[in-house]
């Protein structure tokens, strides 16, 4: 296509993530948004007010439709006379049938937050950083019917570092939003095509669940730490203390002596300390059931009656 003529696109999405990638796309005097497809309206809360789309609330005047069902024939019909380039898909949250997947004309454009095929499914920079890896990344692929197993357009590296779940999400949303007006126009004006990913080495990065956020004592220093930095916006790192399970807000590696994993090896203003696989965990801030936040100084005065050096929290 010649860059002549603007190029049009349906955009597919609908939390705070997409918008952001909404308003990025927008800012292109090459690129026309014909239509916003988000998921409806929800009533949150006692009162049930409904919770109105980030979309609608935009300064862009684009149609919004929100259908219950994808596979609606009025809604098919009326998608389908609105002719397009591309659709560009961010965490819309419902699966694109697919007689949408083939109806833009260069199909689907969707961005994954791994470097692909590693990592396909729901929580890609969680594993990556809980199994500490060094770098991730982020894809830009073709969507089809198999979960994240698309040809990819372009793929961009980011070294990991010590970065926690949060910033991760805000250094791989920054590259996507820096990026994705170009991988738009490369693959409508510049002929970009997309290169089947080797499946054979593609891996899972499955929903994390709750229990996983439970130390395993016997796990190395640096796996525990990992994990921690993994799992901290949900479901954050905690231990069984007293029938509890206490939230870690705080912890790092003191030391790399060893004894039992899980034992008490210190309880002191600066922190509790506790064996693990290869060394010594200091826990600093914590957090109890239905309680705020408290610094190591508050934990030892409120709980060192009841916390002693020798005692395991396995």
């Known amino acids: 296509m010649s860059k002549k003529n603007k190029l049009t696109i349906g955009f597919a999405g609908t939390p705070e993530l997409a918008y952001r990638h909404f308003l990025k796309i927008s800012e292109s005097s090459d690129i026309d948004i014909r239509f916003v497809l988000t998921q409806p ?5 006692r009162g049930q007010k409904t919770s109105n789309s980030l979309f609608k609330s935009s300064a862009q005047e684009v149609e919004i439709l929100q259908p219950d069902n994808l596979n609606d024939q009025t809604f098919k019909e009326n998608l389908l006379a609105k002719k397009i380039d591309l659709l ?7 699966i694109i049938p697919d007689w949408m997947l083939s109806y833009p004309k260069y199909g689907c454009l969707n ?5 692909l095929p590693k990592y396909r499914g729901a929580a890609p920079m969680q594993r990556a950083i809980c199994n500490g890896d060094s770098i991730t990344g982020i894809s830009f692929m073709s969507l089809v019917n198999e979960l994240d197993a698309g040809p990819v357009y372009e793929s961009y590296v980011h070294e990991i570092g010590s970065s926690d779940i949060f910033q991760l999400e805000d250094a791989l949303l920054a590259l996507s939003l820096k990026k994705i007006n170009t991988v738009i126009e490369k693959i409508v004006f510049g002929g970009l095509k997309a290169k089947e990913q080797n499946h054979s080495e593609a891996s899972m990065a499955e929903k994390i669940h709750k229990d996983e956020g439970l130390v395993d004592w016997n796990l190395s220093s640096k796996e525990i730490i990992d994990k921690f930095r993994g799992l901290k916006k949900w479901p954050r790192t905690f231990f069984k203390l007293g029938g509890e399970l206490v939230t870690v807000h705080d912890m790092c590696c003191s030391s790399k002596n060893t004894k039992n994993a899980g034992e008490i090896k210190s309880f002191t203003k600066d922190g509790l300390e ?5 060394g010594v965990i200091k826990i600093a801030s914590v957090q109890f059931p239905g309680k705020k936040l408290i610094n190591a100084g508050d934990f030892f005065n409120s709980k060192r009656a009841i916390i002693s050096p020798g005692e395991n929290l396995s």
């Open 41 to 45: 309206d929800k009533k949150i809360g």
């Open 88 to 94: 560009v898909v961010v965490a819309y949250g419902k």
């Open 111 to 115: 961005v994954h937050f791994s470097l």
């Open 274 to 278: 506790v064996f693990c696989g290869d």
